[in-house]
């Protein structure tokens, strides 16, 4: 099994910053995939920012210039800067990813989701 931890969400007002960070733990053989996924109420959930197993980012396009992905690969954490945001950021934001356990196993996993508000 698996476990993504994240932390780092919150309240801030319009124009400021938080900085999320999601965990990997358990039984990882290789990351093919680990991003930001966010959800606001009465909307689906939508990709945000994310690593690919090539190690290309890819942005939402309401975030570019926002919002940046970065990673740690020793500790197999990937974090999200959000700066400039704006109370349409607000949202529950899950991190995701899909992790190969060897023996041809591979599994997508989700963390428990972090509510950032951002406020007007």
């Known amino acids: 099994q698996v476990q993504l931890v994240e932390s780092g969400g919150g309240l801030v007002q319009a124009g400021g910053s938080l900085r999320l960070s999601c965990a990997a733990s358990?039984?990882?053989?290789?990351?093919?995939?680990m991003g930001w996924y966010r959800q606001a109420p009465g909307k689906q959930r939508e990709l945000v920012a994310a690593?690919?197993?090539?190690?290309?980012?890819n942005y939402a396009d309401s975030v570019k210039g926002r919002f940046t992905i970065s990673r740690d690969n020793a500790k197999n954490t990937v974090y999200l800067q959000m700066d400039s945001l704006k109370p349409e950021d607000t949202a529950v934001y899950y991190c995701?990813?899909?992790?190969?356990?060897?023996?041809?196993?591979?599994?997508?996993?989700w963390g428990q989701g972090t509510q950032v508000t951002v406020s007007s």
């Open positions: 358990g039984s990882i053989f290789r990351i093919n995939f």
């Open positions: 690593f690919t197993s090539g190690g290309s980012t």
């Open positions: 995701n990813a899909v992790i190969s356990q060897g023996l041809g196993v591979i599994r997508d996993y």
